[in-house]
Structures are given as C-alpha cells and as structure tokens.
C-alpha cells in the first residue's frame, strides 16, 4: 500500500513536467506538453518556419503573405485568414493553440496581444529578431527560432537538420567570396515615402557580409534609413538590391530608377547590376543560409565581370 502511494505521490509530482516551458523574447512562457494542433501565422516568413519543421498540417491558417506571386487565397494548401493582419474575431474563429508572429506588429492590443491571447488559452511566439532590444546576431537568433519552435512542435530532430543546413550554407558562401573584393550594395526596401533602406542595425547587413558584400549604409547605426538622390549619386554603389512585395514591387523601384534623371546616372542602374528578390528573402529566416549562398554567387560573377571589364579598359588607355 505504501508503495502505492509514493508511486501514486511520484506521478502527481511528475505532472507538472508534462508542461514546456520556453523562452521566448527575453520572458518565460508556458506550454502544455502535446504540439499544438491549430497554429496560425501572422507573417508570412512566419509561416515558412512552420512548414519548414514540417508541421504544416497543424498550421490553420496565414495572413500578410508580402512577396509578389504568393497566392492570397491558399498558401501550400493553408488557407490565407487575412490579406494583412486579421481582425480578432477572424483569428479567433480559427480557434488557434499557437499563434506565430513575423513582426512585434502582429500581436496587437487587447485580446490580440500576446498577454491577451494568453489569457485566453493561446499560446504565442514571436520571432526572435522582431524582439524588443535583440541583438544583431541574427542567424543566432534563427537558430534559436528553430530549437524552440522545433520543441514546442515535437520536431527537434528537424529543427537540428535545419540549422546545421543553414550554417553549411553559410560557410560555403564564405568560401565563395573569401578572395573578392567586397561589392557596395544599395538596398531599395521603398520608394514609396522616399529611398527607404537599412543601416547597420537592419538583417540585410548580416546578410550582405555573409555573401561577402557590404552594405552601403551599414556606417549608420540605425535600422531604418532614408536617403537622398544626391547621397545615393555620390556614394555610387557597385550593386542594387530590390526588394519584390505585393505594397513595393521590383518592376516598379526599376522604373523609377531607370527613368529619374538622378538616379538613372549610377553605375549600377547604367550597367543593369540591380537584383530583384522576394521581400522575405531579406528577413531573418530558416531559409537566409541558402539567400546568402545565392547572393554570394551573384556577387562573385559581378566582381570577376567588373574585373575584366576594368582590365580591359585599362589595356585601352
């Protein structure tokens, strides 16, 4: 009898470890120990890590898909709740478990906010770089997402081949720019309210100096950066990275860059060295590993094109 009380004792104690607990921003959440089986992601570089640990099956619903051509109707077979943020009823009738922010601007105020949600029996969690004070380690903070995503979901073993996946892919970019000479690259996020690009503080620094680039503005320690026509002229970056989204396409920073009289003087636009990319290969994601590999092959066929092209000019004169 005794022993079946201590035994009885043992498993009352034990349940509270049938509980997860994770760290997420800086906090201490909680989370039953069961995945969750309804997620909603809120962005669509959000969505993307979800699927990526192959749990799209428990994933319920995606909303705000940015890049140009991703459907607004189904995303791989997910139905898209909202074409921006959803309202709080839309993300409540799909009654969710886990709700997955891109951006601090998915989790709103009230019942949409994380402690909202919480107190409604929603668990939460935001990607790592989209925390309030995060460092500029961001593939740290990609790993990171992927460990604790991949517990949360039950796929750690996915999650560990993820990674390590993305890091070969990163020393390989290494190896493909060690011996070039880093290119200047200008990133047009918009040309909406003016040249909006990213300082030092921005994911595409990380990014650039992992394809062996540098970014022309990374001297300004902020993230966001808006810039003049005649700054840019005078700076005359060796290449032009364009962001692809549904509220800022590519085609359209081409033309402006084509046709202002300005603008269409840089070398870059002169010589067609301008690269159009989806806007969420430029956001800190289980996929940027591979963005960088891609981007350092690009810039390694420029350098050596500029090269020749330097050489033989100097053989000219």
């Known amino acids: 009898m005794r022993r079946l009380c201590l035994l009885v004792g043992a498993l009352l104690c034990a349940s509270p470890a049938l509980a997860y607990d994770y760290r997420n921003c800086g906090e201490t959440w909680h989370w039953p120990a069961s995945p969750p089986s309804r997620i909603v992601a809120l962005n669509q570089h959000a969505a993307d890590l979800v699927l990526a640990l192959g749990a799209g099956p428990a994933l319920a619903g995606v909303a705000?898909?940015?890049?140009?051509?991703?459907?607004?109707?189904?995303?791989?077979?997910?139905?898209?709740?909202?074409?921006?943020?959803?309202s709080s009823e839309v993300l409540y009738a799909q009654k969710p478990d886990l709700v997955v922010g891109g951006f601090a601007t998915a989790f709103g105020n009230g019942v949409t906010s994380r402690s909202g949600l919480g107190r409604n029996g929603v668990a939460t969690y935001l990607l790592e770089s989209a925390c309030n004070g995060h460092s500029l380690d961001y593939f740290e903070h990609i790993r990171n997402d992927l460990s604790t995503l991949g517990a949360l979901l039950h796929r750690q073993q996915r999650a560990r081949e993820l990674s390590d996946a993305m890091d070969a892919d990163l020393a390989q970019a290494k190896a493909v720019t060690r011996s070039a000479k880093p290119l200047s690259v200008f990133y047009l996020d918009s040309e909406v309210n003016g040249l909006d690009s990213e300082g030092r503080r921005g994911f595409v620094t990380t990014l650039l100096a992992a394809a062996g680039a540098q970014n022309l503005f990374a001297g300004i320690n902020q993230y966001r950066v808006t810039v003049s026509r005649e700054t840019l002229l005078a700076t005359d970056p060796d290449v032009i990275l364009l962001a692809d989204a549904h509220w800022s396409p590519a085609s359209r920073k081409r033309q402006l860059l084509m046709q202002d009289p300005v603008l269409s003087t840089l070398r870059a636009v002169r010589e067609n060295r301008m690269i159009d990319i989806p806007f969420t290969h430029l956001l800190p994601t289980v996929g940027s590993g591979r963005v960088a590999l891609e981007l350092a092959k690009r810039f390694r066929a420029m350098s050596t094109l500029t090269s020749s092209s330097n050489h033989m000019m100097a053989i000219q004169h």
């Not at 189904?74 to 909202?82: Q, R, T």
């Open 64 to 86: 705000y898909l940015d890049d140009i051509g991703a459907p607004q109707t189904e995303y791989f077979g997910v139905p898209v709740i909202s074409h921006r943020y959803p």
